[in-house]
């Protein structure tokens, strides 16, 4: 027998059937000759161990001739016919043959087993009794003893080439394996009952639905779901697999090769096949940045949770009335908690303009945890204890430092894995209890001191995602390896610093100009879907590597200062699209930065309509409107080239808070009216000095009580004597006080307006009460305020004077020690009888500046405190 593990079968008498096959990795070739035993046509006979069955024909008698052997392998000498086989040739050594090429061809042996007990099952016809009963003998693959192989393939008779009329129809579909059932075979289901579950269709998952918002109609395609690509019905599979049953019947043996063939990959790219139907997942697909529209009713339900950001407008939120206190935004109630039994427990309220609020949903500890629970067990007992306990735990100041003084809590690692790592108990109420990384953590036994600073740990960003990240598959190891390197990278200070200060990173799409340190790169980026985007900046080594650390001064571009940057960021992150941000971060490194030194001669823009307080320079609107899709409610500007213009959207601008809060809210709700009409009334006009004095302003007000432009518009405009005030914008270049802006005179002003009508006696009379006090209030101002003034200015220049004669006598009379020591004096004694004798003139320089800063300290002295003190009661009164 060759090595190769081929072998075939010729020299069979006429009325026998020829065949031969070739067997190679992963692919059996066959071939058949059909010829007539006994005149009657007869299917043709596999034999699957040939030297066997040619030993049993041999034995029984039956003549061969010389046939044409087909399908020899290549290199493979031409078989010894069986009647020109020597006697000596045992059987025994052709079975010796046999089991050393099974022993060769292991891996191809299942496949050409299997092809032969298909090619017996379809063709052995029952008037072979002798072939029958030798092969019953000799085969181990006998047709009564593959019972156990029944529930697994059980083959259907198909019709082949000739005139078989107790075979039936067998549709193709062995290429996978996974026989569907057949009406017209009920008795053949019977025996692979316990298949069943293997046979039945794959089920398309259900696809989750967002709420219909009535308000909302012409922006559906924002917020509904993207539709994912059909996927094929059980339905339309029977009916294709019955087309194929319909079809004319091909030739067996090349079905049977094909089939065979593919069997090896069948399996392992199935699975690709069905992943391939559907790509990508609606949460994973970009998305459009929030709809907003120029005017028309607020949404029903938010863009995104607001999570700790804190809300002070008007805005409708969720509660449990047990709980009022922990209110949920109306964009996580429609995510997680209107799918539920318990959305009916949940009551709608509206919070006024001016209160503070927050959702508490967004927390990783409730969302992930106690909801998912508490849903389950269908019990909100313990979800309410939980927050319950909450309301006693002072917030998380952030990365400020904390003292004995504020109550705070730690905890820290139990095993010390991270030595110093601290959490307050806020955090660890929200992103660790509950979580597998709960008993890794104790509270903190050591007591903080008074002037002990101590900060929470968790605070950053990388932090707090790394542990809601890693907890969820229980890598502690993987948690504390990824906490110490962001605990090790430097502080960003957002300054120019040699680059081999902190590890860089920087887009793989280049964009010449950007670097980002490390730490920005953890808080901002490492944890988002755009990690993959961005790679480590590998400097050169060597003397070349110190070179070039010498030389390169970089700036992260991540700075806290570059808020265009960020928000180009959050909003890519937003809209799953890393083009989004590209193109802006791409625009962006090449402009002037927006600063509070402002930009002279830049491109500028306003609101539409047009708003000389408002201008946005060219950075922050690539970077905040253009990737939101709000420079279209913006206009550019002409504004004068020769000054400095600091733009609206940095943070040293007036009213920076104000503008940022509502552009918050028009976000929120959907309608940019808010913001636009909010700038176009507040734009221009100055902040209320308060108990300061201003010069050059617009007053309303009477005589004795003026009002600035702020306090009138948001306090007095609204009031029944707001139409009959003597004064009405008048501009006044002098020096003036706003009146109304105390507590005090505003109680005073609502009384007024509620004694009666305007023009009525009680009105008129406690407006000249009102205007009687302002006389006397203006009249004590005059008298304390200034001095107050005065006096903590002239202390306050008398300290810092104080301060830099010591520095100056420090510096001197080291002056003097260096002369003595290094022996260059003149020989002779300075100063005098006042100031002392020194080797040197420094010395007595040094001793006449330390007697100055004695007297300027003088300047702290209780005779100025005490005057303060009586000045500020005498204010006190009328204030």
Wanted: with cysteine.
């Amino acid at each position: 027998m060759p090595s190769n593990g081929s072998w075939s079968c010729s020299g069979a008498p006429a009325n026998c059937t020829s065949a031969s096959f070739s067997v190679v990795p992963h692919r059996v070739a066959l071939s058949l000759e059909h010829i007539e035993i006994g005149n009657q046509p007869a299917p043709p006979q596999l034999c699957a161990q040939p030297p066997t069955i040619a030993r049993d024909l041999s034995t029984a008698g039956v003549t061969s001739q010389e046939t044409n052997p087909t399908f020899r392998a290549s290199n493979t000498p031409p078989p010894i016919p069986f009647s020109t086989r020597p006697s000596e040739y045992e059987p025994s050594q052709i079975v010796h043959q046999t089991r050393v090429t099974q022993e060769q061809s292991q891996q191809s042996h299942y496949y050409s087993s299997f092809a032969a007990e298909e090619v017996h099952q379809l063709h052995c016809a029952p008037e072979h009794e002798a072939l029958s009963r030798t092969q019953a003998t000799h085969s181990p693959f006998q047709p009564e003893g593959r019972v156990e192989h029944e529930s697994y393939f059980a083959p259907i008779p198909r019709l082949m080439p000739g005139n078989y009329a107790n075979l039936s129809p067998r549709p193709e579909h062995e290429s996978d394996f996974s026989p569907l059932p057949r009406l017209s075979h009920s008795q053949e289901m019977i025996s692979r009952t316990e298949q069943a579950p293997c046979l039945e269709s794959p089920t398309p998952p259900a696809q989750q639905t967002q709420p219909s918002l009535d308000s909302r109609a012409e922006n559906e395609a924002s917020f509904a779901p993207m539709p994912r690509p059909p996927i094929q019905s059980p339905a339309s599979h029977d009916q294709d697999l019955q087309q194929q049953a319909d079809q004319p019947p091909c030739d067996s043996m090349a079905s049977l090769s094909s089939r065979i063939t593919n069997l090896s990959v069948e399996d392992s790219t199935r699975n690709l096949v069905t992943e391939g139907r559907t790509p990508t997942t609606q949460y994973d697909a970009p998305r459009p940045p929030p709809a907003c529209r120029s005017a028309g009713p607020d949404w029903e339900t938010l863009p995104c949770c607001p999570e700790d950001r804190i809300i002070t407008y008007s805005l409708d939120w969720y509660r449990l009335p047990d709980v009022p206190e922990y209110i949920v935004c109306t964009k996580c109630y429609s995510d997680h908690i209107a799918s539920t039994h318990f959305a009916q427990r949940f009551e709608r309220y509206r919070e006024e303009e001016g209160s503070i609020s927050a959702c508490s949903f967004w927390s990783p500890r409730l969302r992930e945890v106690l909801w998912p629970q508490a849903v389950q067990s269908n019990d909100l007992t313990a979800m309410k204890e939980v927050l319950q306990h909450n309301l006693t735990v002072p917030p998380c100041k952030g990365l400020a430092w904390t003292t004995g003084g504020d109550s705070v809590r730690y905890y820290t690692m139990a095993n010390s894995d991270i030595e110093g790592f601290i959490t307050c108990e806020a955090c660890y109420e929200d992103y660790i209890a509950g979580t597998q990384f709960e008993h890794r953590f104790s509270l903190l036994q050591q007591q903080q001191g008074n002037d002990e600073k101590w900060r929470c740990d968790t605070a950053l960003p990388y932090i707090k995602g790394a542990i809601v990240k890693m907890s969820k598959n229980n890598d502690w190891s993987g948690f504390v390896e990824r906490a110490r390197v962001r605990l090790a990278a430097p502080t960003c200070e957002g300054t120019l610093t040699q680059s081999n200060r902190c590890n860089w990173y920087r887009p793989r799409r280049t964009i010449e100009g950007m670097h980002i340190c490390e730490a920005c790169y953890l808080d901002q980026v490492a944890l988002t879907q755009f990690a993959d985007k961005f790679e480590r900046h590998m400097p050169r080594q060597g003397f070349d590597g110190f070179m070039d650390s010498l030389s390169e001064m970089w700036k992260c571009t991540f700075r806290e200062e570059n808020r265009g940057m960020a928000s180009a960021l959050e909003a890519a992150i937003y809209q799953r699209n890393y083009d989004v941000f590209w193109n802006a971060a791409n625009t962006i490194i090449h402009m002037v930065p927006c600063t509070k030194h402002g930009i002279i001669r830049g491109d500028w823009w306003t609101v539409a309509g047009g708003c000389d307080g408002v201008s946005v320079c060219k950075s922050c609107y690539h970077g905040i409107l253009e990737t939101s899709d709000l420079g279209r409610f913006f206009e550019p500007a002409e504004r004068d080239p020769t000054i400095d213009i600091v733009c609206s959207f940095c943070p040293e601008s007036p009213r920076f808070g104000e503008f940022v809060n509502k552009l918050a809210e028009s976000l929120d709700k959907g309608v940019f009216s808010y913001y636009t009409d909010y700038v176009k009334i507040w734009a221009g006009v100055p902040s209320c000095p308060g108990i300061k004095s201003l010069a050059k302003a617009i007053w309303w007000g009477y005589p004795e009580a003026l009002f600035c432009q702020e306090c009138f518009l948001r306090f007095v405009s609204g009031t029944s004597l707001a139409s009959s005030l003597p004064i009405k914008g008048a501009f006044d270049e002098r020096t003036m006080i706003c009146q109304i802006w105390s507590p005090r005179m505003r109680k005073m002003w609502l009384e007024v307006c509620a004694a009666g009508p305007p023009g009525s006696a009680e009105s008129d009379k406690q407006l000249q009460d009102f205007r009687a006090f302002g006389t006397r209030r203006l009249e004590v101002y005059c008298a304390t305020v200034p001095r107050i003034e005065m006096i903590e200015g002239m202390r306050t220049i008398q300290m810092q004077q104080a301060m830099h004669q010591g520095l100056l006598s420090v510096m001197y009379r080291g002056m003097n020690s260096t002369a003595v020591l290094s022996d260059t004096t003149d020989g002779y004694w300075h100063g005098n009888s006042s100031v002392g004798w020194y080797e040197t003139e420094h010395g007595v320089t040094a001793a006449d500046m330390m007697n100055m800063r004695t007297g300027m300290a003088n300047a702290n002295s209780m005779g100025g405190w005490m005057e303060v003190a009586q000045l500020r009661t005498m204010w006190t009164e009328v204030e």
